[in-house]
Every structure is written in structure tokens, then in C-alpha cells.
């Protein structure tokens, strides 16, 4: 937290015992975004009002119909006999336990209950809200003509200025926990009691009040044309100095209890952990003009606009691009060190991604050239670079770059792999063969000293000092890391792999997983055996770059094709023939990743850091996750998306019909 977040919070003490800190949040930049329009379904870009139904569908009022979005397209029900509203223009939803309250233009009033449309008895003016109390009475916000109520029994009641309203124009309606119905009007905030006896609050300014929230913590949020103001004891106190003289539209308490905050001429605010954020037009809000909000069952925050509809999702992935400050965008190796610092090798030279930002790293080479970076190794306070061309390159702080390629005796110049091996010497896996760095002395090996291939594409010192090395026509093993002593190992028994593109060992395990071309494969010395997590486990791609383990027993593997997720226990059922099923998940582009196309052939390409973050090396940039869930939440997650599959093939119908 920095100084600035904690004046905020002493100046503020009062708020965090009415709103608690919110649960840790991602930075509100970095929320993935949907956007729809009228050129994409939508019937009118002004989003007036929104609701999810129990079935799933989300509702969108706006002035050209009510339109129902069910995961993948937008049906639009308009004034008629199907619906009973007498125009299309609609205001209001709100959902109760009765269905779907429906007002708008002309006095309409309408309720759905899946998957019918039961029309009622329109009012005399047009109606902004709906509310349905805790007795069963309906109170109806109209534009000029103050609040009607109706009764259990059908009898109306109206309340006007004579009746004590501030204002004719009453945009918002609210009932408490202790039974009071607060009504935001055209000129503030009026609360009606028992006895129906109405009263203004002194404490508001007479300005427009367009939006109420009572919290879960039962404190009431004001918006007005002159700030947002919540309440405190008996009377209500300005929330925040930067939204004194906001003109508040509407407020929205998510999940996590975070509080958004939509204004009239200034888009959208977050006030949560992470002190009050914006965003705009210019981050990719449609229009500053905020007019709706809606936190659906996944947890999505849906604004609506006078410009369309915009989706955030706190996506698992963010993404480090070149507008961010990296080298290059096309990027090959990642590399987490014990500094806290991410390095990305790129086509365009080496990058760092650290608590200062992200930032090109300038490598200084005899000819001038930037090298296009393959590979990345830390051996202790240098700082290897596999490259292109250039061979071999080592950074150490103040001093000038040391460079071994084929001159000094590497096996070629393109190095797609760096080990720094225990014992202090550095193997290197180049395009030609297989080199060790040991003492000044530079030794190659290559096909005829036993290796598959000399193509090597990925190194790795398992727990017994084996060095093992993955080609392009299969991987072998180095034991001990004694090169007279090279053993191959056969991939072709599993669906005719070849390609050993990525390794991976849990701690205390037997276990080396590989990634290769036709999947996940394990290794497991205790008994020398081979077997294959993959298509056959339902798995939906099998060329699979760099396996990496979070800290909450999930295995992460890179592809071209996105990220996949699996539980390793249940990875090990599955290679052990008691799994034949295995859940994951894929994350891709619309997880946040500017690019689902993970790099492979060099490495690592993919890193996990010491805070429990997940980068990968991708075709746009470094994607970053931060690996939380358990297992048992990728089971639930896959139930979810089974049930989720099976009702979007519901809705297919519904809609058609």
C-alpha cells in the first residue's frame, strides 16, 4: 500500500467500518473487455437499465426494445401483444421473486416469468424504476408525476409535492432493511416512513439523486448530481474527496465488496483495495456516460452506456506487450529470477519486467547488432542469453558482455537452451548439438555419442543430477551428467511422439514430465515406464511446449493454441490408466492473453516466479497469471462449464422458439 492509499484511508477511517477493504483485486486497467453495440445486436446503444433472470439470460433495457443476451447472441422483444408494453422504449428492470419487473415509456408495465410475458395495468406517466417492498406493494419512479404504489389489494396510491416529495421527478427507489422507502429525485433525497408519512433529507443536497445502494453491511450509498454520500449514524457524509462534485449515475457493490461507481459525464469508478480508479473512454469504456450497472452469477461487471455495453472480467491473464515497454512482442524465453525480476528474451533484444515497469535492457555486442534472444538461464550473478546468431551471451553487472559461440568451440550459434548444472558448468543446447562450458573448456556432443538428435530444444537437471535433453527425434538422459554414460529414450510407444519440446519435475517425485508433441508424457524411474496424459483424456491439443507447476497443485503447459491447466494428482491418475477423463481448463485470448499462441522450441518458456505468478513467452508479448485455485475448484469449474453447455444448447431452442 502505498503513502498515497494510506492518506486516503486516515482521512477516511469512517468508510472502512462501513464498506471493509475489499478482497485483493487486480488493477482495474487490467480487466479483460466485451464490447457490443448496435452494430453488433444491440437495438439502441443507451443501456437504461440491466437484470439477469434465474435461467441465465441477461436483460438490457434500452430505448428501442428489451434485449435478451444468452451467452453468444441478443433477441429483442419490442411493444405488442407478446409483451403488453405499449412502447419500446424501456426504463426500468428489476427482478424479484415474481420475475422480472418491466417498465418504461408511456407508463408500461410489464412482468416476465420464463418464458412467458405477463402484461399489467399501465400508469399515467412514463416510469423510470420499479420496486416491489417487503409487503408485497409495488412503487413506481415516473419521470413527472412523482410515485404511485399499489397495494396488495390493487388499490393506487399517488405521492406528490403536496405529499411532501422535494421533486416531481423521481429517478430511483430503494427499501432498506428497517422497512423505509428512500426515493432519489429531481431535487434529492426524500425517505417515506410508517404511515406513509414522507420526509427530505437535509443532508443531501438538493440536487438530482439518480442512484441508491444499502450495502451488505446496511450502510446507504447516495448518488447525486453533487457527489456520492453514504450514511453515518443519523445523517450521511461525502464518501470520497475526488467524487465531491461527481454527478453520480449509478453504484454497484460486487462480490468482493468492492464499490463501483458510474457518473454522468466522467465513465467509471472502482473504490476498493486499491483506492478509487477510473476508467474511460480512453481505456475502452464505449462512452463516459455511465447509465447501468450489473454483477452477473460468473462474477462479470457489465456496464452500461450511452454509447453501448461493456463487459469487464477480472481475466487471469494480463499481458506485457511493447506499448507496455517490452523489446519486442514476439517473444521466445521467460526467465523469474531471485530478484523479483521477470526477464523476456525477444526477436528485438532482452527485456525486463520488474516493480519499476517494463523496460528494454540494451545488450552491447561487437557489431552492433541487437541479438534476437531464444533462451534465458540465471548462474549466479550472470545472466545467460541463448541467441539467434550470436551464439552464447553472458551479462554481468558492470561489465562487458561474454560472448562463446562456434569460434570458441560451441556447436553452433543458434542456442535454444542454457543449464546451469550443479556441479558449476553450463550446458548449452544449440541447433547443431549439445556443448558443456566447464572450466574455460567448451566439449560438444552430438549423434554419435549417443544423442537422438542433435536438434536440442529444451535442457534439465533432474533431482538425481541426470541432465536430460529434449530434441527434435526424441529426448535422452545424461546420467549423472557423466556424457559417456547417454541413454535415449524411446518416445515413439506414445501415439509416435518425437518432439521433447519442455521438462518438468516435482519436487520429491520420480516423476519427469515432458512436453512433446502428441502430449503430456511421464517418465518414472522406478520402474522405467512411459505413459501419456493427452487427446486420449479428452485433452483438446496435443503439441504441448513447457510444463510448470503452481503452488496449489496445478500443472500449467504452454501450447499454440492457448494455456492448459490440469490437476497433477489427477495427471498422475490419468497416466496410471485410473483417470480416463481428465478436467482442465484453456486460457486463451479472451482469458486476457493478447496472443493464445504460446512460443515453444527454445526456453523456458514458460516461468513460475516466487510470488506464485505463472509467465509464458507468446507471439504478442509475456503473459502473466497468478496461479490460486485448488483442485477442487478446477472440478467445480469444469462442472460448471458442463452444466453451462448443456443449457446453452437449451437456450438454442428457447430462442428459436
Known amino acids: 500500500m502505498n503513502l498515497r492509499h494510506l492518506q486516503l484511508l486516515a482521512g477516511f477511517c469512517w468508510l472502512l467500518i462501513a464498506l471493509p477493504p475489499a478482497a485483493a483485486q487486480s488493477p482495474l486497467k487490467n480487466f479483460y473487455q466485451d464490447s457490443w453495440n448496435t452494430r453488433n445486436g444491440l437495438p439502441h446503444n443507451s443501456i437504461n437499465s440491466m437484470a439477469q433472470t434465474p435461467e441465465g439470460y441477461l436483460w438490457f433495457a434500452t430505448w428501442e426494445g428489451i434485449s435478451r443476451y444468452n451467452g453468444r447472441g441478443f433477441h429483442t422483444f419490442v411493444r405488442g401483444e407478446q409483451t403488453g408494453l405499449p412502447d419500446s422504449g424501456i426504463r426500468g428492470l428489476t427482478l424479484d421473486d415474481d420475475g422480472l419487473l418491466v417498465v418504461g415509456a408511456r407508463g408500461g408495465f410489464s412482468r416476465y416469468q420464463h418464458p412467458r410475458w405477463f402484461p399489467q395495468q399501465h400508469l399515467p406517466a412514463m416510469v423510470n424504476h420499479v420496486l416491489r417492498d417487503n409487503r408485497g406493494r409495488l412503487w413506481f419512479a415516473t419521470e413527472g408525476d412523482g410515485i404511485y404504489m399499489r397495494d396488495a389489494q390493487g388499490e393506487q396510491h399517488h405521492f406528490s409535492v403536496q405529499q411532501g416529495l422535494p421533486g416531481l421527478a423521481v429517478y430511483r427507489l430503494l427499501q432498506t432493511s428497517d422497512g423505509r422507502i428512500w426515493a432519489g429525485t429531481s431535487r434529492g433525497l426524500a425517505v417515506i416512513g410508517p404511515n406513509n408519512i414522507i420526509s427530505v433529507n437535509r443532508h443531501i443536497p438538493a440536487a438530482p439523486v439518480l442512484a441508491l445502494l444499502q450495502t451488505r453491511e446496511e450502510q446507504l450509498l447516495v448518488g447525486s448530481a453533487q457527489g456520492l454520500y453514504g450514511s453515518k449514524d443519523q445523517h450521511f457524509e461525502l464518501m470520497h474527496p475526488q467524487l465531491a462534485e461527481e454527478a453520480i449515475s449509478s453504484l454497484l457493490q460486487d462480490r468482493d465488496g468492492a464499490l463501483w461507481i458510474g457518473t454522468t459525464d466522467r465513465g467509471l469508478a472502482r473504490l476498493g483495495s486499491l483506492g478509487l480508479e477510473r476508467l474511460g473512454m480512453e481505456q475502452g469504456l464505449p462512452d463516459n456516460r455511465v447509465l447501468s450497472l ?334 490460486t485455485e485448488s483442485a477442487d475448484r478446477l472440478l467445480a469449474k469444469a462442472d460448471q462449464a458442463l452444466y453451462r453447455a448443456k443449457n446453452n444448447g437449451r437456450n438454442r431452442v428457447e430462442a428459436a422458439s
Open 294 to 627: 450489473l454483477q452477473d452469477t460468473e462474477g462479470n461487471i457489465w456496464v452500461g452506456t450511452n454509447g453501448g455495453l461493456l463487459r469487464l472480467r477480472d481475466a487471469p491473464f494480463t499481458s506485457f506487450t511493447q506499448e507496455q515497454g517490452l523489446a519486442g512482442n514476439y517473444v521466445r524465453s521467460v526467465l523469474a529470477d531471485d530478484n523479483g525480476q521477470v526477464w523476456a528474451g525477444t526477436s528485438n533484444g532482452l527485456s525486463v519486467i520488474d516493480a519499476d515497469g517494463t523496460r528494454a535492457v540494451p545488450v552491447l555486442l561487437p557489431d552492433g547488432k541487437t541479438p534476437s534472444i531464444l533462451s534465458l538461464a540465471r548462474q549466479g550473478d550472470i545472466l545467460w542469453l541463448g541467441t539467434y546468431t550470436h551464439g552464447l551471451v553472458g551479462l554481468k553487472p558492470g561489465q562487458q558482455p561474454v560472448i562463446i559461440d562456434r569460434d570458441q568451440g560451441l556447436s553452433a550459434n543458434e542456442v535454444r537452451a542454457i543449464l546451469p548444472a550443479r556441479d558449476g558448468s553450463l550446458w548449452v543446447g544449440t541447433a547443431e548439438g549439445l556443448s558443456r562450458v566447464h572450466q574455460g573448456r567448451v566439449l560438444t556432443y552430438g549423434k554419435q555419442d549417443g544423442l537422438p538428435g542433435e536438434f536440442v530444444m529444451a535442457l534439465h537437471q533432474a533431482e538425481n543430477n541426470d541432465i536430460w535433453v529434449g530434441t527434435g527425434v526424441g529426448a535422452a538422459i545424461i546420467e549423472q551428467g557423466n556424457p559417456s554414460r547417454i541413454r535415449t529414450l524411446d518416445l515413439h510407444s506414445q501415439e509416435n511422439a518425437e518432439y521433447a519440446f519442455g521438462f518438468y519435475q516435482q519436487l520429491g517425485s520420480d516423476a519427469v514430465w515432458i512436453a512433446t508433441d502428441r502430449g503430456l508424457l511421464r517418465y518414472r524411474y522406478t520402474d522405467s515406464s512411459l505413459s501419456m496424459v493427452g487427446r486420449p483424456h479428452g485433452l483438446p491439443i496435443e503439441k504441448m511446449f513447457q510444463p510448470v507447476a503452481d503452488y496449489h497443485g496445478g500443472i500449467w503447459v504452454t501450447t499454440n493454441r492457448g494455456i492448459l491447466r490440469l490437476d497433477l494428482q489427477q495427471a498422475h491418475q490419468a497416466a496410471d490408466g485410473e483417470l480416463d477423463r481428465i478436467p482442465f481448463e484453456l486460457f486463451g485470448e479472451s482469458d486476457g492473453m493478447a496472443s493464445s499462441q504460446a512460443n515453444g522450441g527454445s526456453g523456458p518458456s514458460a516461468t513460475l516466479a516466487a510470488d506464485g505468478s505463472i509467465w509464458v513467452a507468446t507471439a504478442m508479448g509475456v503473459a502473466e497469471a497468478f496461479a
